[in-house]
C-alpha cells in the first residue's frame, strides 16, 4: 500500500539554525513528489514538486532533493515567518486514476 | 486571480442536518478534489472529478455527494451530518496534466454536535 511518512512531527528552531525534514514513502513507481507548506488555518500552498531520484529543486531558504526511497527538505538559516506546517506527497496510481497520498506532516517553529 | 475560493469558512450542524460545502477555481483547471483534514491523519481524498461531468470515489466518500456543477465549480453536499464528520474540509484543482501540482482553497471548518 503506498504510504507516505514524514519526520520528526514537530521542530523548534533558533532563527539561524539549520535543519532538514524527512519524508520517506512507499509507492509502487513514483510519479512525483510534492512538498506542500501549511499556515494555521489555511490551505496548503505548493512548493516543489520533484520526479526523479538525484532531483533537486530551491526556493529561499529551502530546498528540496530526493532519493529512492525518500525526500529532505531542507532549510538553511530560518526566519520566523518560515514557521509553518510542512506536507510532503506522493503521487500514486489507484483505480485507474492519479491521486495524492499525504504524509502528516511536520510543524516547523523558529524562533527569533 | 482569486485561485480557490471556498465557502463558507465556519459552519456548526445538528447530526442529521444538511450542508453544501461550495468550491470554485477561475484557473481553468480541469480537474477538483474535496479532502478532509482531521488531527493526526493528513488529508484524505473525499470525492475528485477528473473532468467536467465526471466525478469518482476517493479514499472516504462514505456520507458524502458531490456535483460538478461546471468546469468552475465542484460542490460536496453532507446529507445527514454526523459528528465523525466534523473536520476541515479542503477543496482543490489541478490541470490534471504531467505536472500535476495541486492549489488549495482556505478550507471550512465543520463541527457537527
Known amino acids: 500500500e503506498d504510504q507516505v511518512t514524514q519526520s520528526p512531527e514537530a521542530l523548534r528552531l533558533q532563527e539561524g539554525e539549520s535543519s532538514s525534514l524527512n519524508c520517506s514513502y512507499t509507492v509502487s513507481g513514483l510519479r512525483g513528489l510534492f512538498w506542500y507548506r501549511q499556515d494555521p488555518g489555511k490551505g496548503p500552498e505548493f512548493l516543489f514538486t520533484l520526479y526523479s531520484a538525484g532531483e533537486e529543486k530551491e526556493k529561499e531558504r529551502l530546498k528540496a532533493t530526493l532519493t529512492k526511497k525518500e525526500s529532505f527538505l531542507h532549510i538553511t538559516a530560518p526566519k520566523p515567518e518560515d514557521s509553518a506546517t510542512y506536507l510532503c506527497?506522493?503521487?500514486?496510481?489507484?483505480?485507474?486514476?492519479?491521486?495524492?497520498?499525504f504524509g502528516t506532516g511536520t510543524r516547523l517553529l523558529v524562533s527569533p | 486571480n482569486a485561485g480557490v475560493t471556498q465557502t463558507p469558512k465556519f459552519q456548526v450542524l445538528k447530526t442529521g442536518q444538511s450542508m453544501t460545502l461550495q468550491c470554485a477555481q477561475d484557473m481553468n483547471h480541469n480537474s477538483m478534489y474535496w479532502y478532509r483534514q482531521d488531527p493526526g491523519m493528513g488529508l484524505r481524498l473525499i470525492y475528485y472529478s477528473a473532468s467536467e461531468g465526471t466525478t469518482d470515489k476517493g479514499e472516504v466518500p462514505n456520507g458524502y455527494n458531490v456535483s460538478r456543477l461546471n468546469k468552475r465549480e465542484f460542490s460536496l453536499r453532507l446529507e445527514s451530518a454526523a459528528p465523525s464528520q466534523t473536520s476541515v474540509y479542503f477543496c482543490?484543482?489541478?490541470?490534471?496534466?504531467?505536472?500535476?501540482?495541486?492549489?488549495f482553497g482556505p478550507g471550512t471548518r465543520l463541527t457537527v454536535t
Open positions: 482543490a484543482s489541478s490541470d490534471g496534466g504531467i505536472t500535476y501540482e495541486q492549489y
Open positions: 506527497a506522493v503521487q500514486a496510481w489507484r483505480s485507474g486514476f492519479q491521486k495524492l497520498v
